[in-house]
C-alpha cells in the first residue's frame, strides 16, 4: 500500500487481523523516506507509535467575556439507595431528580480535592478532607464518617492555567471517575469502573494562558473510598492539589450567569451549525434524542471555534431525532 504523506505530525491508524485455522502470523512494516523497512514502532526505526491515552487532548479556554465567581470548587456529594458500580450508575445518580435522592451534602468553596473515608490514603497525606456532614454541608439527611458506600460526587469549576503548554492533570481515586476540561468540556480521562487507590495522569495541551472549566465526576461502591485531584506542568514540576496556594493554578466557582440563545442554521448538505455568543460564559452543548421525562442530556463531540463574536459548531445529520441546549456548568 502506497499513501502520501501530507506533512509530519501525528495520524491515528486500525489495524484488523483474524485467523481461521491452522498457523497464524502478523506483520505491520514500513518504509519511506529517511527509513528502509522496519516493523512500525521499531526503536531504529523512524516511525514513533503511541496508545490513544498517550496523545495529549487539546483544551480551549473561556471566551473574553468570562468573569471567573468565588473562590474555590463547586462539590456535591450523593448518596444512592442502590449500587453505584460504574460510571453511567454514577452520572445517572447525579443527574436525577433530588426528591429521590437519599442524601445530599455540599462543599462549596473548598480549596482542594482531596477527599477520604476509610480508606488507605492517596498521594497526599495531610490535608485530607472527611466524606462526612460536617465537614460538608447536609442539604438532605447526613453522611457519616467511615460507614459510606454507593455515592458519588461531582466538582467543578473554572481553573487559571498561567502557561500553555503540556500540563498533566491527575486523579487518584477509589473507585472510579471522569474529567472533562476546556471549551465544550471534552472527556480528558476515565476510569469507569471499581479499582483499588489509584493514580490516572490525564496529559493536556494547553493553548494558551485562561480559565479553563473543569468536571470532575467520582464514584464509590463498597468499603473505603478517596479522591484527589492533582497537576503538574510548565512553571509547576512538583505535582500539586489542583488550587493548592502554593500551586500556580487558581480555582474559581461558577461564572455570574448571562443570558444566552443557541441559533441553529444550515451550514451544508448534510450539516447543521450551531451559534451562541462567546460573551456568554461557562455554557456546554448538550443533546439528546428524548424530550419525554425522564431523559438524558449529553454532551456533543465536536468542539467549538470562534467565529467574530460566536461559538460555532457544525454537526452532521442523522436520522435520529435530536435536541440540542445550552446547559451552564457548575452550578
Not at 498457523?23 to 522496519?38: C, L, N
Not at 465567581?69 to 445518580?93: C, Q
Not at 461559538?311 to 435530536?322: D, G
Request: aromatic share 10%.
Amino acid at each position: 500500500m502506497v499513501v502520501q504523506i501530507a506533512e509530519p505530525g501525528l495520524y491515528p491508524y486500525s489495524l484488523s487481523y483474524f485467523e481461521r485455522g491452522g498457523g497464524a502470523e502478523v506483520e505491520f512494516y514500513a518504509s519511506g523516506p529517511g527509513q528502509a523497512s522496519q516493523l512500525v514502532g521499531s526503536p531504529s526505526g523512524t516511525l514513533l507509535v503511541y496508545q490513544d491515552a498517550d496523545i495529549p487532548t487539546t483544551i480551549v479556554p473561556e471566551g473574553p467575556g468570562f468573569v471567573p465567581g468565588l473562590a474555590g470548587h463547586r462539590v456535591e456529594f450523593r448518596r444512592s439507595s442502590s449500587g453505584v458500580t460504574n460510571l453511567s450508575a454514577a452520572i445517572l445518580l447525579l443527574n436525577q431528580s433530588t426528591n429521590t435522592v437519599p442524601a445530599i451534602a455540599t462543599d462549596h468553596g473548598v480549596a482542594t480535592i482531596n477527599y477520604v473515608d476509610d480508606a488507605s490514603d492517596g498521594v497526599f497525606t495531610s490535608g485530607n478532607r472527611l466524606i462526612a456532614t460536617p465537614p460538608m454541608t447536609a442539604v438532605k439527611s447526613t453522611f457519616s464518617t467511615g460507614a459510606e458506600d454507593n455515592f458519588a460526587m461531582r466538582s467543578g469549576g473554572y481553573l487559571y492555567i498561567p502557561t500553555n503548554g503540556l500540563w498533566h492533570f491527575c486523579v487518584n481515586s477509589d473507585d472510579g471517575f471522569q474529567l472533562r476540561m476546556g471549551l465544550g468540556s471534552p472527556v480528558i480521562g476515565s476510569f469507569p469502573t471499581l479499582r483499588p487507590p489509584t493514580t490516572t495522569t490525564n496529559r493536556v495541551l494547553v493553548t494558551s494562558p485562561g480559565w479553563y472549566a473543569y468536571e470532575l465526576i467520582f464514584f464509590e461502591h463498597l468499603a473505603g473510598s478517596e479522591v484527589e485531584f492533582f497537576a503538574f506542568g510548565p512553571g509547576q514540576s512538583t505535582p500539586l492539589l489542583v488550587g493548592d496556594p502554593l500551586g500556580n493554578i487558581q480555582v474559581r466557582q461558577n461564572s455570574a450567569i448571562a443570558s444566552v440563545s443557541l441559533k441553529v442554521l444550515n451550514a451544508a448538505p448534510g450539516q447543521i451549525q450551531l451559534l451562541w455568543s462567546t460573551n456568554a460564559a461557562g455554557f456546554a452543548l448538550q443533546y439528546t434524542t428524548n424530550l419525554v421525562s425522564p431523559n438524558f442530556w449529553d454532551f456533543v463531540n465536536e468542539v467549538p471555534s470562534a467565529s467574530g463574536s460566536n461559538w460555532t459548531v457544525s454537526i452532521p445529520t442523522t436520522n435520529t431525532f435530536r435536541a440540542y441546549r445550552l446547559e451552564h456548568l457548575n452550578n
